[in-house]
């Protein structure tokens, strides 16, 4: 019944007499929508280093007096540039226009590895001086992380005459997250 509506008044007296008035009655609801929302929520990338964040995720059974029109976030799409702690706004508005707004927080996390390619032989070659330098990118065949790899490692990279034959190289990815494969 928000709104203005013509209601009709009639008086009547003891012989019948009848008199009629129409009054014009405005509903009005000023009372803001009453929030109830997670102090904080975590939520994980997927493996296009991508999450969808919904004003379900935060809720925990925010309430209006007449309904809740409205439910907004300050922010719904996370990706990698998110990671960690994130200030989000959550807001539910009536149709009256009343509106109320919570801070939530909101941590962005990775828990997914970097994928490794690496090439299953290589053949380095010794200089003049007797060594040879190995780097990350003589292994690497597109490894790749669904945020992007912070740290490249060999375990060992620099060889002398002394390594001369076939050697066991381990070849690590991490990420910003810490999320490692070898």
């Keep these: 019944d928000l709104g203005t509506s013509k209601v009709t008044f009639t008086a009547k007296d003891d012989s019948g007499n009848t008199s009629t008035a129409e009054v014009t009655v405005t509903v009005v609801d000023e009372i803001k929508p009453t929030l109830k929302a997670k102090a904080a929520y975590t939520i994980k990338l997927d493996a296009e280093g991508k999450a969808a964040l919904k004003w379900e995720d935060l809720d ?13 976030l300050s922010k719904t799409s996370l990706t990698c540039a998110d990671l960690g702690a994130n200030k989000v706004t959550f807001t539910a508005k009536d149709a009256s226009g009343n509106t109320t707004s919570a801070e939530v927080t909101v941590t962005v996390v990775d828990e997914i590895k970097p994928t490794l390619k690496a090439k299953a032989a290589y053949t380095i070659k010794l200089d003049v001086e007797g060594k040879a330098a ?12 669904n945020c992007s790899i912070k740290d490249k490692l060999l375990s060992k990279s620099s060889f002398t005459c002394a390594d001369l034959g076939a050697n066991k190289i381990t070849f690590t990815a991490k990420d910003a997250s810490g999320n490692t494969s070898a």
């Design 134 to 145: 190995l780097k990350w990118e003589d292994l690497d065949e597109g490894s790749s992380d």
């Design 60 to 72: 925990q059974g925010s309430s209006d007096n007449c309904s809740i029109k409205e439910k907004l």
